[in-house]
């Protein structure tokens, strides 16, 4: 490949590198085998990029992803779980408060927990499409991309997640005041 279209594929491609681990850790629910989908959908990508006609690149390469990570799933059978850990900097790190109080933490990651379990627990379709909308932020018609569905297919399956969400954590607020 020319030196050129690798300075374009690095320039398009490696800008989405933490979504495509982030979509592929969801799906495979194992760090490890994130990092060998990113790594195996990266090097797809790079040989197919002459393919690649300037549609939106974010959502091009996060259907790479998903290919490759629904392929090994397909061919290796279920992958241990990923447990949710808040990195620092993230999103789950409360940086107003430099030393939050143990019970505070404790609270926090219980919660976390909760809502790992809540996600784990939808069918893959369902979990992508809200990972992609709720943590990636992607359109509708880019996660209708990503997905191969069309776009009333991403809408109803965001219903869809959200009502078993909403049930789930009605179901375990009763149980908590009962």
């Known amino acids: 490949m020319p030196e050129q279209a690798n300075a374009a594929f690095a320039r ?19 760090p490890a085998a994130a ?14 990029f002459s393919s690649f006609r300037g549609e939106n690149p974010r959502a091009w390469l996060l259907r790479i992803v998903r290919n490759v990570a629904l392929t090994r799933l397909r061919q290796g059978g279920r992958l241990r779980e990923l447990p949710l850990e808040a990195e620092p900097g993230g999103a789950h790190e409360n940086i107003a408060d430099a030393a939050p ?5 404790a609270v926090h990651s219980e919660d976390m927990t909760q809502l790992e379990q809540m996600l784990n627990a939808l069918p893959a379709e369902l979990r992508e499409c809200l990972v992609l909308r ?28 959200r009502e078993r969400l909403l049930k789930v954590s009605q179901a375990g607020a009763r149980e908590t005041a009962a």
């Open 101 to 105: 109080d143990p019970e505070a933490v």
């Open 35 to 48: 990092e060998d989908v990113v790594q195996d959908a990266m090097l797809r990508a790079l040989d197919y």
């Open 134 to 161: 709720e943590i990636e932020e992607m359109s509708y018609r880019d996660i209708a991309r990503v997905t191969g569905v069309p776009v009333g297919t991403v809408m109803s399956r965001l219903f869809r997640a």
């Open 12 to 30: 398009i491609a490696l800008p989405h590198l933490d979504a495509a681990y982030n979509l592929a850790r969801w799906l495979t629910r194992d």
